[in-house]
């Protein structure tokens, strides 16, 4: 069964930093593209970062993706968060369409 677990979400204050964790069964993480969204609180889903199956890591500004294939687990992590980085965090396989649960960030002071 394929399958995506969200964890690591929490409070943090501005400036703070979370690093979230994406880990997967039912394939082999290796040969598939991983990318995590986000969905803030009455707005729609929005994609923060992906990781091609070829890659090991990406920044984009504040967030790096990167992804362990031998812990079967791909990571978000998340610096200098401000109040409009809250949102649940989602994981997406999008050759399969599946999601996982979700994990909710909220940066407050």
């Known amino acids: 069964q394929l399958q995506l677990v969200a964890s690591g979400g929490g409070l943090v204050q501005p400036g703070g930093s979370l690093r979230l964790s994406c880990g997967t069964s039912?394939?082999?993480?290796?040969?598939?593209?991983i990318a995590w969204f986000r969905q803030p609180p009455g707005k729609g889903h929005q994609e923060v970062a992906c990781?091609?199956?070829s890659e090991d890591a990406i920044t984009s500004g504040r967030f790096t993706i990167s992804r362990d294939n031998a812990k079967n687990t791909v990571f978000l992590q998340l610096d200098n968060l401000r109040p409009d980085d809250s949102a649940t965090y989602y994981c997406?396989?999008?050759?399969?369409?599946?999601w996982g649960q979700g994990t909710q960030v909220s940066v407050s002071s």
């Open positions: 997406n396989l999008a050759q399969y369409d599946l």
């Open positions: 039912g394939f082999t993480l290796a040969n598939f593209a």
């Open positions: 990781i091609e199956k």
